[in-house]
Nanobody, 126 residues
Framework: QVQVEESGGGLVQAGDSVMLSCVVS?????????MGWFRQVPGKEREEREC???????????YYTDSVKGRFTISRDNAKNTVYLQMTYLITADPAVFSC???????????????WGRGPQVTVSS
């Protein structure tokens, strides 16, 4: 059984940094899958999550949505079955529930992700 567990997040101040981690267990070929971080902003349903960043299986190709470019960094450690999202210069528009997903394709639509975590809440105070 595959399990996806995120950690990190919480209440931070605008301008602060926070790192999210996502550990995938039960999937022996983690290094054959792309990973993505998505966020569910307040007022939106879980099905309306936005793709924040993706990373391919080897870690050498990444994607970022425009609003986080230059502020967020996605990375992975295949030896630890873990993907990270380093978030810097957080702004009041960033608060959301962040979740990570496992995908054989690594695109920006939730439909191609096969495993999900429930995600930590990130709240940004001004």
């Amino acid at each position: 059984q595959v399990q996806v567990e995120e950690s990190g997040g919480g209440l931070v101040q605008a301008g602060d940094s926070v790192m999210l981690s996502c550990v995938v267990s039960g999937r022996r070929t983690f290094d054959k899958y792309a990973m993505g971080w998505f966020r569910q902003v307040p007022g939106k349903e879980r099905e309306e999550r936005e793709c924040v960043a993706t990373i391919n299986y080897s870690g050498d190709t990444t994607y970022y949505t425009d609003s986080v470019k230059g502020r967020f960094t996605i990375s992975r450690d295949n030896a630890k079955n873990t993907v990270y999202l380093q978030m810097t210069y957080l702004i009041t528009a960033d608060p959301a529930v962040f979740s990570c997903g496992v995908s054989p394709l690594g695109r920006t639509t939730t439909a191609v992700y096969i495993d999900w975590g429930r995600g930590p809440q990130v709240t940004v105070s001004s």
